[in-house]
């Protein structure tokens, strides 16, 4: 009789028992309950040259730390690729278009607004930040670029014209004189063409007349 008083009062007590144990628990279930620290710099160690001290991740660096999405990375992708398609049309412009470039490139507010620039024609380039507002339109009668375009295949000379245009219309010349600082592009070009010499004069690196 003792035996079987004693197995029904285990077996009353033992799901009485179990029930202190919780089912379900998670990872997270856990770490909100989790009382132990981290360590603080200058508190638990001191702070070493070059540490921030900071304690805590910008919204940059979590997202930087985070795996992207396929549509994240895909934009991050294209974004990669159209910066390194800039550093090579930059890394080919010429001294004095790229002196232009670095001018103007401030207004042109997107990586792939300055691809379409650098792509254009150095002789349309101009036209271009006029057409856009960014420039002002520049006083009295100068070539357009279609003009300008048309004058080189022609093998003529307009006001106007950049050295890229003249040099593509008559060619290298015999002589390049430079008044004051050459920054300033104001120069005479000397060519000789029929046994006769020819001048042509630039101001700021346009032509402003000939003789």
Known sequence: MSHRLIILSFLLILPMSCTQFQTGRTYLTEMEHDDSRFFNPSEDFPIMAGDSG???NTEEEQRARTPASKEEYSQDRI???LRQE?????????ERSLKFYDEHKHQLRTVSEKIY???LPPYERRDYLIGRGFIAEPKGQLATANERMFAIEKQDIMMGMTK???LGSWGKPLQVEVAG???NE????LYRMNGASKYIYFESGEVQGWE
């Open 54 to 56: 900071r304690t805590w």
């Open 164 to 166: 890229d245009d003249v």
């Open 117 to 119: 620039f650098l792509k």
């Open 186 to 189: 104001n120069e005479r070009w």
């Open 79 to 81: 974004a990669r690729l």
């Open 86 to 94: 800039l550093r090579e049309l930059e890394g080919i412009q010429s």
């Open 181 to 183: 600082n050459p920054r």
